[in-house]
């Protein structure tokens, strides 16, 4: 292996090595290949450090005028695809100064001082997982509007609702939108609370225990958008935990989103035609002609497998680590842009199929009516009117659902006569709850499903993300 040594020690902490690293020690410990995608956080970080260090009298302001026009040099090199990243250079960190050298030389050198790389990538990686609390968010709240639009449309039409995945009761096709503006809505908070809890900056901290120069935390604090510095600078370089509760979140955001995803899968199959989903959003078979196949909701319902995998293997990197910074945190990184990058595609996705797909009004009632979905509202008339025990009245509405069943027919086709059988103080005016209309309208507890409370809770989402 010593033929593949680099014969020169790393030039920015090689001062103590004779010789550079084997060629396997460097293709494990570089993290270019991935943290390059850092490189606007790492030089906003730089920039605001700069400033601080002159504003304190650490450098001199000319130092920290060339620095900071300089990062903006070595910036636009990244976004214009011309910079050159050196494995050697380990990291974003050290490639970024690294060329910050070599375009304004000897001030470069001054930029590190009072910090460590330790402090530097916990900075980074809070700036980019907040970026992507906003980004989720926003996902987030366009998807909402989506499922509102839907809602608002199918506000009173009918369908079945499901235990088990068995006809339960009737529903609205606007109230089982809201149930996952509902979900989305918490993933919304989720989101939001996470970011403000990692909302405290680590720059500053160094190494592990903070700096002998006379820095000003709050100020670098304040000029990168954070509430506050952290308080402890063990903890600030050594915290993942907000890296993992935007996993967490996003975990059961993409849990969400799966759910909803299986129920697309279902409601388009021939069996069920519930909706019909947009062309732009379905493939076909090469083989089979009359095949559409809903692709985005199945590789939506299968994003949470690798989401909630980074939310796993993080916790397991983090897990038993001893104070402070340990290189096995640079293993951190690679999970959550995986993780953030599904995250949003699943959401646009979902968004997209949201929005262009049709719901089949007719087949809704049509399901609706079938499988004995009023059978509840029959008991509760036998509570309500004949004053009835609820077990009796489930029993007896049992024996007519059997009855029925035998018939191969539905509860509204009974004859007054066959239902008086199993109870003679039935009436006429039982036919009016069997319908599913009726068995909807008069769900009306907060909350529930009659097309009053769903509008009430249309109105009252729309302001919240207006
Ligand atoms: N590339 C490293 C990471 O991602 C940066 C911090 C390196 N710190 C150190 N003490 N070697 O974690």
Same mark, same amino acid.
């Given at each position: ?23 396997? !020690? ?18 906003? $970080? ?197 890296? /993992? ?19 697309? %899968? ?17 493939? $076909? ?30 916790? !397991? ?5 001893? /104070? ?58 036998? %509570? ?18 059997? !009855? ?11 004859? /007054? ?15 009016? %709850? ?13 909350? $529930? ?18």
């Amino acid at each position: 292996m010593t033929d593949k040594t680099s014969k020169t020690s790393n030039k920015m902490w090689g001062g103590r090595f004779a010789a550079g690293p084997d060629a396997i !020690m460097e293709a494990i410990n570089a993290s270019i290949s991935f943290d390059k995608r850092m490189a606007a956080q790492d030089i906003a $970080g730089s920039r605001a450090h700069a400033s601080m260090l002159a504003t304190q009298g650490i450098i001199e302001t000319s130092d920290a005028e060339a620095i900071r026009e300089g990062l903006l040099t070595v910036l636009s090199e990244i976004e214009g695809g011309t910079f050159e990243y050196s494995a050697a250079l380990e990291d974003i960190h050290m490639n970024v100064e690294a060329r910050l050298k070599e375009v304004i030389g000897e001030p470069a050198g001054r930029l590190h001082t009072g910090r460590s790389r330790n402090d530097q990538v916990a900075t980074d990686f809070k700036l980019w997982v907040r970026d992507q609390c906003d980004a989720a968010e926003g996902a987030l709240v366009a998807l909402i509007r989506a499922l509102l639009t839907q809602a608002e449309a199918g506000a009173d039409w009918v369908m079945p609702g499901f235990t088990h995945l068995q006809t339960a009761q009737p529903v609205t096709w606007g109230h089982h939108m809201m149930a996952y503006v509902e979900m989305f809505g918490r993933d919304l908070s989720r989101m939001r609370d996470a970011r403000a809890r990692m909302n405290e900056s680590p720059l500053g901290a160094a190494a592990l225990a903070g700096t002998s120069f006379p820095i000003d935390r709050e100020m670098t604090a304040k000029a990168l958008g954070f509430d506050r510095p952290s308080a402890n600078s063990l903890d600030a370089v050594s915290d993942r935990d907000f890296a /993992l509760e935007y996993l967490g979140s996003a975990s059961i955001c993409a849990m969400h989103l799966s759910r909803f995803a299986e129920e697309l %899968v279902i409601w388009s199959s021939a069996q069920f035609r519930f909706v019909t989903l947009s062309d732009r959003f379905s493939t $076909g078979s090469s083989i089979m002609p009359q095949k559409k196949n809903p692709d985005a909701a199945e590789l939506i319902r299968a994003k949470i497998g690798r989401i909630f995998g980074a939310n796993v293997a993080l916790m !397991m990197v983090m897990k038993g680590l001893p /104070l402070a910074y340990s290189k096995d945190m640079q293993e951190d990184k690679e999970q959550v842009f995986d993780a953030a990058d599904n995250l949003m595609l699943a959401l646009a996705a979902m968004e997209g199929m949201v929005r262009d797909m049709s719901a089949n009004r007719d087949q809704l009632a049509a399901a609706a009516g079938s499988g004995f979905s009023t059978a509840t509202d029959l008991a509760d008339w036998l %509570v309500r009117v004949l004053g009835l025990p609820f077990r009796d009245a489930h029993h007896i509405t049992g024996a007519l659902v059997a !009855m029925a069943e035998t018939q191969g027919c539905d509860l509204p086709d009974l004859t /007054l006569e066959q239902m008086k059988l199993e109870h003679d103080g039935i009436t006429e005016d039982v036919f009016s %709850v069997l319908g599913v209309e009726n068995s909807v309208n008069s769900r009306i507890s907060y909350g $529930g499903t009659a097309p009053v409370q769903v509008r009430a809770q249309i109105a009252r989402w729309k302001e919240l993300v207006a």
